[in-house]
């Protein structure tokens, strides 16, 4: 996954960087987008990205949306440490993405803003220019240096953005930081979201227990290789920049990666992850220290929570669906298949119209690029199997009904080429879906 200048006009009233609605459009509660900068920052329980020590957020509406709801947050860490990041692999890619990947030539990283409402994409040198300056910005009230700072920008894409605002509301938000943000900064990433999405997960180094959290947005331009998302990720577990980084693409491989919603790449997409040792545990210096599995099973539990979050908040999904491919050759060609499946519009839609079309699956993981013999593959759905050896087969049609008529489906395709497995998560696509994609800037 991977996404990445300075203008004039604001964006137009809730849009994201597809031209979609944004928060503040009237699939969310009016109550939840309508806060003011104090409101957002008041005391609450330290969750996602605030969850681990020594990391402090705020969110502020800087005007970016029309609305005036939140769309500037800062997240930082008490104190510097090393930082390790997945971006978007679209050829095209926004100015936020290209100066934190500048920004990150030295593994190392104090601060995260995130602003929406505008992806300053297709921007230009201005746009460029404008992500610098937000980091310089926030590098002064934390004195520390610019490239320390690293950035995420979500919205509009194409449309100028407004240094003024930025730059004076992230100054604001780098002033006002507290732990207890946590949600408020998560509800400041949010464009077509309807609600914030935070994880954590504890695990211990040496007996001495460290946390992960995390916070991320996303509801629409999800597929894999990443989706339309931004997701920062924090520990206070001291880690090895080399050692951060492979236990990062790993969880990002194996969850980020593995869902789907319509099937399109942004331009924006980055997943940070800053470990700044404030638990005082030992640190983690290589892939063979004995607490390295710990740290990346509690990356793939935050990541898992949050991509799934994504999924059950997708525009106009009505249906959660997890499809697991066992039995395939290689890991490789287990991860194709469950993605495809995900992925395909026609299967999507029999999801939708909750018809168990198990010839659409098939079809989908054969043209994955896949390698698997069709006469071997058996498939379920609900625990209920309906083909065998690649045919139709007798079952008990009516619990497959019911099973399709519920909130979340599950689909098994078993390969029967080897030993190796992957889990895909998508939904449905709906009318709901269309209508809120035909809104076009």
């Known amino acids: 996954m991977m996404e990445n200048e300075r203008a004039v006009p604001a964006v137009p009233k809730g849009r994201d960087e597809h031209g979609q609605k944004n928060v503040s459009s009237d699939r969310v509660p009016k109550d939840a987008t309508q806060m003011s900068r104090e409101e957002s920052n008041t005391a609450e329980a330290r969750v996602g990205a605030c969850a681990p020590q020594g990391f402090r957020a705020a969110a502020v509406a800087a005007g970016i949306k029309e609305d005036g709801a939140l769309d500037v947050c800062v997240l930082a860490s008490d104190q510097l440490g090393t930082a390790a990041a997945v971006f978007t692999t679209n050829r095209v890619q926004a100015a936020p993405v290209q100066v934190s990947q500048l920004h990150l030539t030295s593994p190392f990283a104090r601060a995260v803003v995130v602003t929406s409402g505008n992806a300053n994409a297709a921007t230009g040198p201005a746009g460029r220019a404008l992500a610098v300056e937000v980091c310089e910005t ?165 990541c898992a929570k949050l991509a799934q979050a994504m999924i059950r908040d997708g525009e106009g999904a009505s249906k959660f669906v997890t499809v697991c491919v066992e039995g395939a050759a290689t890991l490789k060609d287990a991860r194709l298949a469950a993605r495809h499946v995900v992925g395909s519009i026609l299967v999507k839609c029999s999801w939708a119209g909750e018809d168990p079309y198990w010839g659409r699956v098939l079809s989908a993981m054969g043209a994955s690029g896949a390698h698997f013999e069709a006469e071997r593959v058996a498939i379920s759905y609900g625990g209920v199997q309906v083909c065998a050896e690649g045919r139709a087969m007798e079952h008990d049609a009516d619990r497959v009904a019911t099973h399709m008529k519920g909130a979340e489906i599950e689909i098994l395709a078993v390969l029967g080429d080897g030993p190796y497995g992957a889990i895909a998560w998508g939904c449905d696509l709906t009318r709901e879906f269309v209508a809120i994609n035909v809104e076009t800037s």
């Not at 990433?189 to 001495?208: C, H």
């Not at 992960?212 to 331009?221: E, F, P, S, V, Y």
């Not at 050692?243 to 942004?266: C, K």
Request: aromatic fraction near 2%.
């Open 138 to 302: 926030v590098a002064q009230d934390l004195d520390c240096a610019s490239h320390d700072v690293l950035l995420a920008q979500t919205g509009l894409i194409g449309v100028p953005l407004d240094a003024v605002l930025v730059c004076e509301g992230a100054r604001e938000a780098a002033r006002i930081l507290s732990p207890a943000n946590g949600t408020a900064a998560a509800k400041a990433m949010m464009t077509t979201d309807t609600k914030p999405k935070t994880a954590v997960a504890e695990f211990s180094v040496d007996g001495v227990p460290v946390l992960l959290g995390g916070m991320t947005k996303g509801a629409g331009m999800i597929a894999p290789e990443m989706a339309t998302m931004l997701c920062v990720l924090t520990t206070d577990a001291a880690v090895a920049p080399a050692v951060l980084r492979e236990a990062l693409q790993g969880a990002v491989a194996e969850t980020f990666n593995m869902i789907s919603i319509e099937g399109d790449m942004s331009t924006n997409d980055t997943v940070f992850l800053l470990a700044n040792g404030a638990s005082g545990a030992r640190e983690i210096s290589s892939t063979a220290h004995p607490a390295y599995p710990l740290l990346c099973q509690a990356l793939r539990e935050v």
